[in-house]
């Protein structure tokens, strides 16, 4: 019982930290950002592209052991090309940032990383939400 309760002001702290983007202000932010069309994709597929990695959430960090990556922030940038968490093998870091800097609540940073991605192939994963 107290390991529940423990587990949950926890998890209840985690959420209060971190900044969960509504959709509508999310979109809002890429449009002004030079996003609608960026890469030849759509504004709805970037926003589908960022509900599908992250939920709109600014911490989300996800550790894929077959590369000994992690994906960082609302659109989940790889560490091994786009940034740099001093911990991933081979690592590009073509973005010129440490990792921890796409968790910030203002995401100008990650649209500026995430462009610079988009253009190289291996950067962004296809969005199916068009079809
Ligand atoms: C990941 O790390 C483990 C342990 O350090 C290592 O054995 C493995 O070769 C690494 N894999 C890649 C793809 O770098
Ligand atoms: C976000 O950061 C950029 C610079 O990195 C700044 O120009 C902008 O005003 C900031 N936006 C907000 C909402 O604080």
């Known amino acids: 019982m107290k390991a529940l309760l423990?587990?949950?002001?926890?998890l209840l702290s985690v959420t209060v930290?971190?900044?969960?983007?509504?959709?509508?202000?999310?979109?809002r932010i890429l449009k002004n950002n030079g996003?609608?069309?960026?890469?030849g994709i759509s504004l709805a597929s970037w926003v589908c592209l960022a509900k599908h990695e992250s939920g709109y959430n600014t911490q989300s960090t996800t550790y894929h052991s077959e590369s000994n990556s992690s994906h960082y922030g609302i659109f989940q940038i790889n560490?091994?090309?786009g940034c740099d968490?001093?911990?991933?093998?081979?690592?590009?870091?073509?973005?010129?940032i440490?990792?921890?800097?796409?968790?910030?609540?203002n995401i100008t940073q990650a649209i500026q990383c995430v462009k610079k991605v988009a253009k190289d192939p291996q950067g962004i994963q296809g969005c199916n939400c068009d079809a």
């Open 6 to 10: 423990t587990l949950g002001i926890f």
């Open 79 to 81: 560490s091994q090309y």
């Open 98 to 105: 440490p990792c921890n800097a796409l968790l910030q609540d």
């Open 35 to 39: 996003m609608a069309g960026y890469a």
């Open 85 to 96: 968490d001093g911990k991933t093998p081979r690592a590009v870091n073509a973005c010129g």
């Open 17 to 27: 930290q971190a900044k969960v983007y509504e959709r509508c202000e999310f979109a």
